[in-house]
């Protein structure tokens, strides 16, 4: 999941990832895994893992981290503690309140300081 103010002038972008590993599946409409398009990323991005998801893992999340910083793309990578996928899900057995509560105030303070102008 992605949430973004608007597909045509993204201005920041939070990413909720699945299928984010350089192994990721890949389709004929996504040829590429999303990890590998970092050099075409065009707006700071918060970028969001559960410490006890499989898919993407915290070793994905320091991936993706690492590749951001080598590309010099203005994003945050944060793991969340006590969570696994799809912890923001209220609906599901996976949701995780604090974890959830933690990355809701995060995702408002990150469009704050991006999308003010």
């Not at 998801?53 to 793991?79: F, I, T, W």
Request: hydrophobic fraction near 40%.
């Amino acid at each position: 999941m992605c949430a973004v103010p608007s597909a045509d002038s993204s201005r920041a972008a939070v990413r909720f990832l699945a299928r984010a590993t350089p192994d990721g599946v890949t389709t004929p409409s996504r040829p590429t895994p999303i990890i590998d398009l970092v050099d075409r990323l065009s707006c700071p991005l918060f970028a969001v893992f559960g410490e006890e998801d499989q898919n993407p893992s915290p070793k994905d999340a320091a991936e993706l981290r690492a590749r951001l910083e080598m590309a010099g793309k203005d994003a945050v990578v944060k793991v969340y503690p006590n969570a696994g996928h799809a912890f923001l899900a209220d609906y599901r057995s996976s949701y995780r309140e604090a974890a959830a509560s933690e990355l809701w105030a995060d995702a408002v303070s990150f469009f704050e300081r991006n999308l003010r102008s």
